[in-house]
């Protein structure tokens, strides 16, 4: 398996970068809401406090179909026994490295081999996969696509998008500050792009959200 699919190794990688660089969590977000005080665009995370819903919940998730699947039944429960539908829930899948292909378009799989890397095939082809297979799907499946259509954020670690960017530098021989830069133009539409994964979760609990490890 590739070491990029082990979760837990990003987490610790990420938490140890923010708290190197000594930025409390608190005030990155406070940062981002003063006038004239922003860290700059990539982390304006404003919209965080944007989202109200009666019921939150954010998904600490990783690779494959059962992510999706579990997102997408939240929302049909809420919808089914409450009649809440997003803005009323606020649904946020956070991605840290494992599950980084996910918010990755298909250009970027097919340039960076991700189906090889994740060890994921194309169903339509057998073969390791050049497109984002989980992206847009046949009506009635589970689809990156279908759950921001229903309001669900999905983010996305830099921390750990740069520590893929460094391991495969040497081997595609390009600085990874260029990979980096390519793997974010090709992500899919409205992926937000955050510090690290450990401290958005902790900025989401903190602001009511509910967590669910998938």
Not at 74 to 91: E, G, K, R, S
Request: aromatic share 8%; charged share 20%.
């Amino acid at each position: 398996m590739n070491p990029f699919v082990e979760r837990r190794r990003f987490l610790a990688q990420c938490g140890a970068a923010v708290a190197a660089a000594g930025i409390p969590s608190d005030r990155l977000l406070r940062l981002a809401e003063a006038d004239g005080a922003s860290p700059g665009p990539e982390w304006d995370l404003r919209w965080l406090n944007q989202l109200h819903g009666k019921h939150k919940q954010v998904f600490d998730a990783g690779m494959g179909e059962g992510t999706l699947r579990i997102v997408t039944t939240w929302l049909d429960m809420h919808q089914a026994v409450f009649n809440l539908v997003p803005p009323a829930v606020n649904a946020i899948v956070g991605i840290g490295g494992g599950g980084l292909p996910l918010n990755v378009g298909d250009a970027g799989w097919a340039r960076y081999e991700l189906g090889r890397r994740w060890e994921v095939k194309d169903p339509a082809t057998g073969v390791w996969a050049t497109r984002n297979v989980y992206y847009d799907r046949p009506s009635g499946s589970p689809s990156v696509k279908a759950l921001q259509a229903r309001g669900a954020i999905f983010w996305q670690c830099d921390h750990a998008l740069s520590g893929f960017a460094e391991s495969i530098a040497q081997e595609l021989g390009r600085p990874a500050a260029d990979l980096r830069r390519d793997l974010i133009a090709s992500f899919n539409p409205g992926v937000r792009l955050v510090p690290a994964h450990t401290l958005m979760l902790g900025l989401a609990q903190e602001r009511g959200f509910a967590y669910q490890r998938l």
